[in-house]
């Protein structure tokens, strides 16, 4: 199949940059000879820069479904009460997945929209002292809302002491997650985000009270064990075999995104998505989220009722060549998301939300 | 990184032809958009043919670790009776992660180098009844032994009807494995070995006997559920992000495999094979596994006792740029094994057997 390049704005996986897509091309090496040591070492003490941490890192070939896997079957055993603060769809599913592995879980659902209230959050844990880890969605991609971490860690760790796991899949590498100082227990991400790489790979940091949970864990998963992943980083390896090419990507996205600094990629960010925001609003329509919580990676935008949805991503697809996302779950038909993480360049906002006004008008919109 | 090309002579990941590795550099598309779902049910039906198979089948990104763990999870419930026919490291390992979901494991061990004895599984066969599942492991990489899947599974499935799991992982695509006429009910294989693409993706084909047993099934695991990758192929999608550069690479090394035809696949591998065998033998060394179930895949050779395993390991390495795998568990530093499957020149083969000769005769060797 020859497929065009496109605008790709979905929220990941990302347009990546040429230098660093060239390097999936390389040749195969020994995963477990001498040179693939020296680039796993290299590659995670890097990402533990980007994660601004000093807890153990691994590598996963696997969706960024699968560290969040990792999470919930290194720390937790059936029975445990879990609570999931849910803002959208992924925040939905992180509770799913908790309830597979038999945890027992506690909803708490916030309007697909805004972020988490934390007086809830707090009146929650204080009825259900007993409870072992909370799960918290950092950036909720269904909806384009980034929640208030910080203080929901400070809350969770500060007052309560209890796990904290985040979903930083369409977070981290773009907007502050300093994991150590706002002591995030497991941080869970992934390749096709912020990363300038291809999807493919996941990345899970572990800290010291999550490898306390570990011990009397009795969820259980061969491919996704990281005393297992511990044990052969000791030795420069992986478990299972790696995906080589996205080391390969990693090792140099990871330079160029140190390089940058990542204040300054978290600053690019914040300009691209209020480019956006502005340039949506100029267009005559809303947001979706609330303007104190709206998303630095990903913006979710009402469509009018007047307009079919699906036919409006379907023409910016089709006639514009720009890539958009549609509304998951309760939001299908409803919004549409645009994706501004990982290496966005000026133009593509500009062209993607050109392409919109001209395909809004052209549908009959009038703002 | 620059690292340059080696002969890589590991049991996979192994080199892939250029005009294939190219194509891991192209652009990134929507996986949920209408050009992967036109890629996904193209790739998944040659995938099928290299199978010979009309079960469902699944691609996961994942190892092959990956596509194993799927194949335990979605059959087997805590408690359950399997018997694992281990021939070596790999159907140890296949045993564990048995145990690992709860199975109760009965270990038939066999002799490493020796193949799975037909007689010693009837019996264990006829001693437990209520046996559920039958684990075995194609050819064993640890010791270069291939075994007699066709008898296997006329047996386990002809003579008791249990339920037949297939660890294919460095078999699948270089030599015969005809799912549907061998009655195989699960079998796992991955990109790296066979494909002629890197590693980071798995499949896996689940027949109807295995989705009868899936109903029943309460192990669980959310990323590896074959429930989930069933509803959303049917959308023409996967549940969670593909590795789309892998997609694209495995989009054109299908046409490869099948545009050189399975059986001359096949051949081209028993050649390969047979000259690294009769090589190694030339120079004076001896194969670990028996004549009758040497793999075509993976050659394991016995180092003499006057030499240093590991250091020719090294030497080959960093003198000749041949890169050979040492051995695994109780085989370490008694053998080094070849690999010769996927693209391999009659050029690579005998530089690694003339690299061979050097190096044991500069330590010392005399046949």
């Not at 040749?27 to 995670?44: A, D, Q, W």
């Not at 949805?309 to 697809?317: E, F, G, Q, S």
Request: net charge negative; proline share 5%; with cysteine.
């Amino acid at each position: 199949m020859n497929i065009p390049k496109q605008n790709l704005r979905i929220p990941g996986p990302t347009p990546c940059p040429e230098e660093i897509m060239e390097l999936m091309s390389r040749p195969m090496i020994n995963h477990r000879g001498p040179e693939f040591k020296e680039l796993l070492f290299s590659v995670t003490e890097r990402l533990k820069q980007v994660f601004q941490t000093g807890n153990d890192l691994y590598i996963l070939t696997a969706s960024g479904t699968g560290a969040l896997e990792a999470s919930l079957v290194n720390t937790l055993s059936p029975g445990d009460e879990v609570i999931a603060a849910v803002t959208g769809s992924f925040g939905s599913r992180y509770a799913d997945m908790a309830e597979a592995v038999g945890a027992s879980v506690t909803r708490l659902d916030f309007e697909w929209g805004t972020d988490v209230d934390l007086e809830t959050l707090r009146q929650a844990l204080q009825v259900q002292p007993d409870v072992k880890a909370v799960l918290v969605t950092h950036n909720e991609t269904s909806t384009g809302v980034v929640n208030d971490l910080e203080a929901i860690a400070a809350m969770v760790k500060g007052e309560f002491d209890k796990l904290l796991l985040v979903d930083a899949i369409s977070s981290l590498g773009c907007v502050p997650l300093p994991v150590d100082r706002w002591c995030c227990d497991v941080v869970a991400t992934a390749s096709q985000k912020g990363f300038l790489t291809p999807p493919g790979l996941s990345f899970i940091s572990f800290g010291p009270e999550a490898w306390k949970a570990r011990k009397s864990a009795t969820a259980t998963s061969f491919y996704f064990d990281l005393e297992a992943a511990q044990s052969y980083l000791e030795k420069g390896q992986t478990p299972f075999t790696p995906n080589l090419s996205l080391f390969y990507a990693l090792d140099r996205s990871l330079d160029v995104l140190l390089g940058e600094g990542l204040e300054e990629t978290y600053t690019r960010h914040a300009y691209f998505a209020d480019m956006t925001r502005r340039g949506v609003k100029a267009l005559g329509l809303e947001l979706l989220p609330r303007d104190h919580c709206a998303s630095n990676t990903i913006t979710a935008v009402r469509v009018p009722e007047s307009i079919d949805a699906k036919a409006l991503v379907n023409t910016l697809h089709l006639e514009h060549n720009v890539v958009v996302a549609g509304g998951l779950g309760q939001l299908e038909g409803k919004i549409i998301r645009i994706g501004h993480l990982g290496a966005v360049a000026e133009s593509d906002i500009i062209d993607c939300l050109e392409a919109l006004g001209k395909t809004l008008q052209a549908m009959g919109f009038r703002a």
